[in-house]
């Protein structure tokens, strides 16, 4: 477990679900190290006339670029088949080499939202395939033991990060200013002080 180790990586790109997400488990980590050139894209919510705005005025705050898809995001999460959320992420991703790519983990972050859990799952196989360009991969690393608590750092995550609190603030403010969720909301609520990764390596038997 490595705990706030050097961050030595130029070219990232940050893929998930919803907009917000790329702030609840990775906003520190973009806040951070802002001499990297973020690229951020979100599968779904590109029609979506409030959240929609929010994202790009998010990327803007943090001198990232990045494009939004419009996969399905219904209240009933009927499952998406892999090969249109792969088709998606193609879509929206520039096809170039990154240093790293962050994602949501197969398993989720919370029980639990397919969305993140398909999004992984393309992801890794885009990743495994040779498909998107990456020399690593992270994972999101959170649980909350089925529902008991909020999204917390998993304490055997590869890598944990602990945000000092300028930064920890700034991520807050970034949920509750800019995507104007209430303070006693669930993302409000859930807003980490830790961020976790499982890292994954090209050539080093995929594991870093």
Known sequence: MNMNKAFDYQKIAVIVAHPDDETLWAGGMILMNPQCNWTIICLSRKNDPDRAPK???????????GAMGNLDDGPEQ???PQKETETAIQGLLPPIHYDLIM????????TRHKRHEE??????????????DASELWFFAYQDHDKSLYPQAM???????????????GKYGMITRT???SKD?????TTPGKEAFRCFKKGENNKK
């Open 55 to 65: 994202f790009f005025e998010a990327l803007t705050l943090y001198g990232a670029t």
């Open 185 to 189: 909301s669930f993302e409000a609520m």
């Open 179 to 181: 995507y104007r969720f």
């Open 78 to 80: 009927k499952p998406l």
């Open 119 to 132: 999004t992984g799952r393309a992801v890794f196989y885009l990743w495994e395939q040779n498909i998107i």
């Open 155 to 169: 304490p055997d995550a590869d890598r944990i990060i602990e945000l000092p609190e300028p930064v920890l603030s």
């Open 103 to 110: 994602t949501h983990s197969p398993a989720g972050e919370y």
